[in-house]
């Protein structure tokens, strides 16, 4: 009995010590195993990451108990924070680059772990989990502080945001008489949302464009989720203007008789980027059905490695500087950069030559203007 009570003070710390090194072991897993994927593609790390995690939470929940001392008590709330830390990780890829929102079974479940940390006697993790889930959720719950239709400014551009049947609809203006399409590119413009700062809205790339007369006007329409419990979020449209100067910059010939085409090169670089043409032709488009004459050519850029296929690096433009709207048929990538077929439909009249510029992404980036749409609602 002696022996038992001279080891009260230190009951317990061994459990506890162990869940914490297991909390602790499974985060460094679930975090080094990390990757964004589609939940519904399988991924076994991060449903090894899962499981573990779960197994790690019971433990530090079970080593949890009111008649510990305080160091071990202290040690199994770290290890239930690190365990909630780690699923944390692996459910955060679900809300925030995949628009499921499975925020109410994950709601219940963060209210019921609560609950048992408190029973178990973590007073100070149940009081932060709370504090968590109010951060978390509560924005959401908040009553909306704009309704539409809502405009927003930023130097030459302002915005119209309206809801109709589902889908977000946006009219942009540009600076009076001149042509947005020119200013501004259209093919990469982004719809995105926060819901507080922990639950992010998918991007939505916004289209299909349809330009309207005054040339400084276009429409645009997105589909962009957003969970149905909200009662208001903030969304964010970014629009990239065009840069004044671009990395690289190519002026093409083309033959103005439809059915010619042109077996010459053209090349430009500079000391970090290059461009080169080829293969200019017409030809019926591979995009369209039914099949309409488009201009066709082969594009390679150098010294863009990790750009990939994005249409905000790259402006096609006719003689007059009018940029003309293409798409891309194929694109193969190499260490130094990528080829990528490239299709220009419709093809405007009288096209004599075009300019093809290019962009670094830091220029790119730089040239973004945002414009904020705080705390609006669909709801009438």
């Given at each position: ?248 910059s190519l002026e093409v010939p083309v033959d103005p008789f439809p059915g ?43 010294g863009l490695p990790d750009s990939g296929f994005r249409a905000g690096e ?64 669909t709801m009438r």
């Amino acid at each position: 009995m002696a022996d038992e009570q001279a080891l009260g003070p230190r009951r317990g710390v061994a459990p506890a010590g162990l869940a914490l090194a297991v909390s602790f072991a499974v985060l460094l897993y679930g975090a080094s195993s990390y990757s964004v994927s589609h939940p519904t593609r399988p991924d076994p790390h991060r449903d090894l990451s899962i499981l573990l995690g779960l197994f790690a939470l019971i433990f530090a929940l079970a080593a949890s108990r009111k008649d510990r001392p305080g160091v071990a008590r202290w040690l199994a709330g770290s290890a239930l924070l690190l365990a909630m830390g780690g699923l944390w990780l692996q459910f955060g890829n679900f809300l925030a680059n995949y628009s499921t929102y499975p925020v109410l079974p994950l709601a219940v479940a963060g209210v019921l772990v609560t609950g048992i940390a408190w029973w178990r006697g973590q007073r100070v993790v149940a009081a932060g989990m709370t504090l968590f889930h109010l951060v978390w959720l509560g924005p959401g719950f908040l009553s909306p502080r704009n309704h539409l239709p809502l405009t927003a400014r930023s130097a030459d551009l302002y915005a119209e945001l309206m809801y109709e049947d589902s889908v977000w609809r946006l009219e942009l203006h540009g600076p009076p008489g001149r042509n947005l399409g020119n200013l501004v590119n259209l093919a990469d413009i982004k719809l995105g949302g926060t819901i507080g700062p922990l639950i992010a809205l998918d991007p939505a790339y916004a289209g299909p464009w349809r330009y309207e007369l005054p040339l400084d006007t276009a429409r645009l329409s997105s589909r962009l989720r957003a969970p149905p419990w909200a009662r208001s979020w903030s969304l964010r449209l970014e629009v990239p203007v065009w840069p004044a100067n671009p990395a690289v910059s190519l002026e093409v010939p083309v033959d103005p008789f439809p059915g010619k085409g042109s077996p010459q090169i053209y090349s430009r670089r500079n000391s970090e980027m290059g461009l080169t043409v080829s293969d200019v032709r017409y030809a019926p488009t591979r995009t369209l059905d039914p099949q309409e004459r488009c201009l066709a050519l082969t594009l390679t850029t150098e010294g863009l490695p990790d750009s990939g296929f994005r249409a905000g690096e790259i402006r096609i433009a006719d003689q007059d500087g009018l940029v003309l709207e293409w798409g891309a048929t194929y694109s193969k990538g190499s260490p130094t950069g990528e080829e990528q077929g490239i299709e220009i439909d419709p093809v405007p009249k009288g096209l004599r030559g075009l300019r093809i510029d290019i962009f670094s992404a830091e220029q790119i980036r730089e040239s973004r203007v945002v414009l904020d749409f705080p705390s609006v609602t669909t709801m009438r």
